[in-house]
Structures are given as structure tokens and as C-alpha cells.
């Protein structure tokens, strides 16, 4: 994940709080060396060398990580694809046609093995693995009885617990919107995308092509796993099928902000500061 996590706590003691936030950090350090593509020995990437017909028994935590990320998959019709990194080899055309053919996860959760039968994978789980990540961090924190509490990561990704008073969410600013835009959070998770940063590195699934620059997008939903993977899917999704998956789903909340300075907005309560 490569970057910083930060745990705000309300109404606990400070050294209580403390303890448990190291608690919630060594969950994340847990997570990071699971999940990241890039270490060898990770779950990640030993399913990522599976040849078809083989098995690997992994993590509770990875299957669960694994399990959402073919939902979501589905929940945004490709648009967040996990297994893109098959795709995005050079020898591949834009449109993902030709060379070796993909592979098809079989995933057993009683035993928790992971198969492969068809062809080979490759999996990348960076557009959802900082989310969850704050997912399990926040699980430790409520081992801990902590009830009210805000999770960060790396500036994109929020988790929020309880607010830091009765009937007060965490108050959050949109950045980059003008005029300026917040919005409340409560028991939910706020996700962000954009290209301001890191310039066209947001490709899309369907055809291999860079998003354009200049767009922000933005995903409430229960889960920061949900929220990260969900604000990715909207970099790529035209207006129209983001509208046709808020009305279907009603927790999950879109705000998407173009180079014109357009604001789109559903399911998600804004506020002017």
C-alpha cells in the first residue's frame, strides 16, 4: 500500500486509545504483507502463480478480501476488476484481446482454498486493499470497546466509527471542489479517485485506456473496502450507469466532479462549510 494510516479516537482515554490504535496499526501491517502484489511470499501473489488445477490454502482475511472484490466486480459491471493486471501486459492489444487466455478462481470458504482452471491470473488488489485494511483495523478498535472513532488512509480512504459527539458525524471536506463542499460520516466509509496526483494511471477495464485527466470521484459506502473499490469504478463509469447503480443500491453514494467544474451527486447528503 506504501503509504500513511492515521486513527483519530474520541471519548477514551488517552492511553487506552493508544494502545489500542498500535493494535488497529499492526492489523494494517498484517494486511499490507497479505495483500500486496509486489511481496513474493504474500497470499496475493501466490495465487497469482497458481497454475490451473492447483490449490492454495490462504488467510481468512484474504478470502474475505478476495470474496468482496468479485462482488464489487460484478456490482460495478467490470468497471473495478481485480484481475486486471492480466490485461495491462504490452504484448496485449487496448481491447484485452489475444495472448495467454485468464484463468477462473474457484474458492471454496469452508476449507479456504483457492484454485485456477483455465488459464493463468493476476491479481491486484491495490484499488481495495487500503480500504480494507481500515476495515480490519476498525474491527480491532471495537475489540477494544472503542465506539467512536475516524480511519485514514493515505488521505483517500476513510473509515468512520461513532462521531466524536452525539448526533455529530465526522465532518469532511471534499478537496479540489469549488465552491467548497463537506459532508458528514457516520458508521460508513468515503473513498477517493482522481488523476491530480498521479497523473492517467487509472486504466479502463473494458478497453486498456487511460481515464482522462481531470476527474474526481468519490464513493460513500459501508465498507471502506466497498467505498475505495466503488470510487474507482466511477473514474470509468459514464453518468448514466452510476445513476442506474445508486438507484439500485441505495447505501452506496456517488459524487463526481469534472474538469468543467460539473458536480454530480447521489444518494449523498453535501454541505456547504
Not at 9 to 31: L, N, T
Not at 122 to 140: H, M, N, P, T, W
Not at 147 to 171: Q, V
Amino acid at each position: 500500500m506504501a503509504t500513511y494510516f492515521e486513527i483519530r479516537i474520541a471519548g477514551a482515554e488517552a492511553a487506552y486509545a493508544g494502545q489500542a490504535a498500535q493494535a488497529a496499526f499492526s492489523a494494517v501491517d498484517r494486511i499490507e504483507g497479505q495483500l500486496s502484489r509486489f511481496l513474493e511470499a504474500s497470499e496475493i501473489s501466490q495465487i497469482s502463480r497458481l497454475q490451473p488445477g492447483e490449490v492454495v490454502r490462504i488467510s481468512p482475511d484474504v478470502f474475505e478480501c478476495l470474496e468482496q472484490a468479485l462482488e464489487l466486480q460484478k456490482l460495478t459491471r467490470g468497471a473495478f476488476d481485480p484481475t486486471f493486471a492480466m490485461r495491462k501486459s504490452p504484448r496485449r492489444s487496448p481491447t484485452g484481446e489475444g495472448g495467454p487466455p485468464r484463468g477462473q478462481l474457484l474458492m471454496d470458504r469452508e476449507s479456504l482454498l483457492v484454485g485456477l482452471e483455465g488459464g493463468g491470473i493476476s491479481l491486484d488488489l491495490g484499488a481495495i486493499g487500503k480500504g480494507y485494511a481500515l476495515d480490519v483495523a476498525a474491527g480491532e478498535l471495537r475489540d477494544w470497546d472503542i465506539e467512536r472513532g475516524l480511519l485514514i488512509g493515505g488521505g483517500s480512504s476513510l473509515l468512520a466509527l461513532a462521531g466524536p459527539a452525539p448526533d455529530r458525524g465526522w465532518e469532511v471536506a471534499l478537496g479540489g471542489v469549488s465552491p467548497a463542499r463537506r459532508l458528514l460520516l457516520e458508521n460508513n466509509a468515503l473513498g477517493s479517485s482522481g488523476t491530480a496526483v498521479k497523473g492517467e494511471h487509472i486504466l479502463d477495464p473494458g478497453t486498456g485506456v487511460p481515464v482522462p485527466e481531470g476527474i474526481r470521484t468519490w464513493a460513500v459506502a459501508a465498507s471502506a473496502a466497498a467505498a475505495d473499490a466503488i470510487s474507482t469504478a466511477w473514474m470509468v463509469l459514464p453518468l448514466a450507469e452510476i445513476e442506474e447503480i445508486c438507484a439500485a443500491n441505495p447505501q452506496i453514494g456517488a459524487i463526481v466532479h469534472t474538469a468543467g467544474e460539473n458536480l454530480f451527486c447521489r444518494n449523498v447528503n453535501l454541505e456547504m462549510p
